[in-house]
Protein backbone atom coordinates (compact mmCIF):
# COMPACT_ATOMS: atom_id res chain seq x y z
CA UNK A 1 0.00 0.00 0.00
CA UNK A 2 1.64 3.44 -0.82
CA UNK A 3 0.01 6.48 0.82
CA UNK A 4 0.31 10.10 -0.27
CA UNK A 5 -1.20 13.56 0.87
CA UNK A 6 -2.90 15.55 -1.50
CA UNK A 7 -2.94 19.38 -1.88
CA UNK A 8 -6.01 21.67 -2.20
CA UNK A 9 -7.35 24.06 -4.63
CA UNK A 10 -4.67 26.86 -3.16
CA UNK A 11 -1.57 24.32 -3.37
CA UNK A 12 -1.47 23.27 0.66
CA UNK A 13 -1.40 20.23 1.90
CA UNK A 14 -4.42 19.24 3.46
CA UNK A 15 -3.86 17.56 6.81
CA UNK A 16 -5.52 14.28 7.64
CA UNK A 17 -6.39 13.82 3.82
CA UNK A 18 -4.76 10.71 2.09
CA UNK A 19 -4.42 8.85 -1.19
CA UNK A 20 -3.98 5.17 -0.50
CA UNK A 21 -2.70 3.20 -3.71
CA UNK A 22 -3.33 -0.36 -2.82
CA UNK A 23 -0.80 -2.84 -4.54
CA UNK A 24 -2.55 -3.90 -7.42
CA UNK A 25 -1.95 -7.81 -8.71
CA UNK A 26 -2.66 -8.83 -12.30
CA UNK A 27 -2.19 -11.07 -14.66
CA UNK A 28 -4.35 -12.64 -17.49
CA UNK A 29 -7.10 -13.89 -15.36
CA UNK A 30 -7.29 -10.20 -13.80
CA UNK A 31 -6.64 -8.94 -10.67
CA UNK A 32 -6.50 -9.23 -6.91
CA UNK A 33 -5.88 -6.64 -3.95
CA UNK A 34 -6.27 -5.93 -0.70
CA UNK A 35 -8.76 -3.37 0.07
CA UNK A 36 -8.62 -2.80 3.89
CA UNK A 37 -6.32 -4.47 6.14
CA UNK A 38 -7.12 -2.98 9.81
CA UNK A 39 -4.00 -3.57 11.23
CA UNK A 40 -1.52 -1.88 8.35
CA UNK A 41 -4.23 0.96 8.21
CA UNK A 42 -4.12 1.57 11.97
CA UNK A 43 -0.44 0.95 11.90
CA UNK A 44 -0.16 3.79 9.14
CA UNK A 45 -2.62 6.21 11.41
CA UNK A 46 -0.73 5.40 14.44
CA UNK A 47 -4.18 5.00 16.16
CA UNK A 48 -7.04 2.47 15.74
CA UNK A 49 -9.70 2.90 13.77
CA UNK A 50 -13.03 0.82 13.44
CA UNK A 51 -15.66 0.81 10.94
CA UNK A 52 -19.36 0.58 12.24
CA UNK A 53 -20.94 0.49 8.55
CA UNK A 54 -20.36 0.22 4.77
CA UNK A 55 -21.98 2.57 2.23
CA UNK A 56 -22.65 1.66 -1.64
CA UNK A 57 -23.92 3.85 -3.97
CA UNK A 58 -24.42 3.37 -7.94
CA UNK A 59 -25.06 6.97 -9.46
CA UNK A 60 -25.64 7.97 -13.05
CA UNK A 61 -23.53 10.19 -15.29
CA UNK A 62 -23.86 13.92 -13.91
CA UNK A 63 -25.30 12.88 -10.03
CA UNK A 64 -23.57 14.86 -7.56
CA UNK A 65 -23.52 13.50 -3.72
CA UNK A 66 -22.64 15.82 -1.41
CA UNK A 67 -21.17 18.10 0.29
CA UNK A 68 -21.95 15.70 3.43
CA UNK A 69 -20.65 15.83 6.22
CA UNK A 70 -21.87 14.38 10.12
CA UNK A 71 -21.44 16.84 13.19
CA UNK A 72 -20.40 16.56 16.66
CA UNK A 73 -20.75 14.00 18.77
CA UNK A 74 -21.25 11.85 15.89
CA UNK A 75 -19.02 12.72 13.09
CA UNK A 76 -17.84 10.61 10.87
CA UNK A 77 -14.06 9.15 9.49
CA UNK A 78 -14.55 7.45 5.75
CA UNK A 79 -12.74 5.69 3.31
CA UNK A 80 -13.62 6.07 -0.34
CA UNK A 81 -13.26 3.96 -3.44
CA UNK A 82 -14.82 3.39 -6.81
CA UNK A 83 -15.54 0.13 -7.96
CA UNK A 84 -17.41 0.47 -11.37
CA UNK A 85 -17.10 3.38 -13.74
CA UNK A 86 -15.75 7.15 -12.41
CA UNK A 87 -16.44 9.72 -10.10
CA UNK A 88 -14.93 13.50 -9.34
CA UNK A 89 -14.35 12.98 -5.58
CA UNK A 90 -13.86 16.12 -3.78
CA UNK A 91 -13.19 16.73 0.49
CA UNK A 92 -13.46 20.27 1.89
CA UNK A 93 -11.44 21.04 5.05
CA UNK A 94 -14.68 22.08 7.49
CA UNK A 95 -12.29 22.19 10.57
CA UNK A 96 -12.48 26.18 11.65
CA UNK A 97 -8.99 26.57 13.54
CA UNK A 98 -6.86 24.39 10.46
CA UNK A 99 -4.91 26.76 8.41
CA UNK A 100 -6.62 25.29 5.34
CA UNK A 101 -10.27 25.82 6.46
CA UNK A 102 -12.44 25.99 3.15
CA UNK A 103 -10.05 24.54 1.24
CA UNK A 104 -11.07 21.66 -1.09
CA UNK A 105 -9.03 18.68 -2.73
CA UNK A 106 -10.08 16.88 -5.67
CA UNK A 107 -8.95 13.18 -7.31
CA UNK A 108 -10.48 11.20 -9.75
CA UNK A 109 -11.54 7.52 -8.24
CA UNK A 110 -12.24 4.95 -10.84
CA UNK A 111 -12.18 0.85 -11.25
CA UNK A 112 -9.17 1.24 -13.63
CA UNK A 113 -6.68 3.07 -11.02
CA UNK A 114 -8.14 1.57 -7.90
CA UNK A 115 -7.47 4.37 -6.04
CA UNK A 116 -8.96 5.07 -2.49
CA UNK A 117 -9.31 8.28 -0.13
CA UNK A 118 -9.11 8.59 3.56
CA UNK A 119 -11.61 11.15 5.29
CA UNK A 120 -11.07 12.14 8.65
CA UNK A 121 -13.09 14.24 10.66
CA UNK A 122 -13.57 17.78 10.18
CA UNK A 123 -13.86 17.12 6.11
CA UNK A 124 -16.98 17.16 4.03
CA UNK A 125 -17.72 15.15 1.39
CA UNK A 126 -19.55 15.00 -2.15
CA UNK A 127 -18.56 13.38 -5.74
CA UNK A 128 -19.86 13.93 -9.56
CA UNK A 129 -20.54 11.06 -11.01
CA UNK A 130 -18.67 11.06 -14.69
CA UNK A 131 -20.02 7.74 -15.88
CA UNK A 132 -23.11 6.01 -15.74
CA UNK A 133 -23.55 3.37 -13.46
CA UNK A 134 -20.36 4.72 -11.19
CA UNK A 135 -20.63 2.61 -7.82
CA UNK A 136 -19.02 3.91 -5.23
CA UNK A 137 -17.88 2.07 -1.61
CA UNK A 138 -17.43 3.57 1.54
CA UNK A 139 -16.34 2.66 5.38
CA UNK A 140 -17.61 4.74 7.63
CA UNK A 141 -16.52 4.94 11.40
CA UNK A 142 -19.80 5.48 13.34
CA UNK A 143 -23.36 5.13 11.93
CA UNK A 144 -25.41 7.11 10.02
CA UNK A 145 -27.34 9.55 12.28
CA UNK A 146 -30.07 11.78 10.42
CA UNK A 147 -30.17 13.86 13.39
CA UNK A 148 -26.48 14.90 12.95
CA UNK A 149 -25.98 14.48 8.53
CA UNK A 150 -25.12 17.94 7.38
CA UNK A 151 -25.11 19.38 3.79
CA UNK A 152 -22.97 22.36 2.08
CA UNK A 153 -24.16 23.71 -0.90
CA UNK A 154 -22.26 22.22 -3.70
CA UNK A 155 -22.01 25.42 -5.95
CA UNK A 156 -20.96 27.55 -2.13
CA UNK A 157 -19.33 30.69 -4.16
CA UNK A 158 -16.76 30.64 -1.61
CA UNK A 159 -15.73 27.36 -2.09
CA UNK A 160 -15.68 27.59 -5.62
CA UNK A 161 -15.25 24.24 -6.47
CA UNK A 162 -14.25 23.21 -10.10
CA UNK A 163 -16.84 20.48 -11.05
CA UNK A 164 -15.67 19.09 -14.54
CA UNK A 165 -19.36 19.30 -15.73
CA UNK A 166 -18.47 20.98 -18.58
CA UNK A 167 -16.30 17.43 -19.49
CA UNK A 168 -19.74 15.51 -19.71
CA UNK A 169 -21.82 18.06 -21.07
CA UNK A 170 -23.82 19.02 -18.07
CA UNK A 171 -25.28 22.28 -17.31
CA UNK A 172 -25.89 20.96 -13.75
CA UNK A 173 -25.90 18.15 -11.66
CA UNK A 174 -28.61 16.43 -10.55
CA UNK A 175 -28.85 16.33 -6.77
CA UNK A 176 -31.12 15.40 -3.83
CA UNK A 177 -34.01 17.50 -2.53
CA UNK A 178 -31.29 17.10 0.79
CA UNK A 179 -27.98 18.73 -0.95
CA UNK A 180 -30.53 21.43 -2.91
CA UNK A 181 -31.00 22.66 0.85
CA UNK A 182 -27.56 22.45 1.85
CA UNK A 183 -25.82 25.31 3.53
CA UNK A 184 -23.23 27.57 2.45
CA UNK A 185 -20.19 27.34 4.22
CA UNK A 186 -20.24 30.59 6.41
CA UNK A 187 -23.49 29.27 7.53
CA UNK A 188 -23.02 25.32 8.37
CA UNK A 189 -22.62 23.63 11.61
CA UNK A 190 -18.89 23.24 11.60
CA UNK A 191 -15.49 21.79 13.03
CA UNK A 192 -13.73 23.95 15.71
Known amino acids: ?3 NTITSNKGNILEGLQIIKPIVYQDDRGFFYESWNQS ?43 VS ?13 SPTFGEWASIILNDKNKLMV ?3 E ?7 SLKDNSEVIYKSSS ?13 DKRLDIKWPLEEINCSEPEISNKDAEGKLLEDADIFD
Not at 85 to 97: C, H, P, T
Not at 122 to 128: N, P, R, S
Open 143 to 155: LWSKKHERSIKWD
Open 118 to 120: WIP
Open 1 to 3: MEI
Open 40 to 82: SFNNFLGKEIIFSQDNHSSSKCGVLRGLHYQAHPKPQTKLIRC
Open 122 to 128: GFAHGFL
Open 85 to 97: GEVFDVAVDIRKS
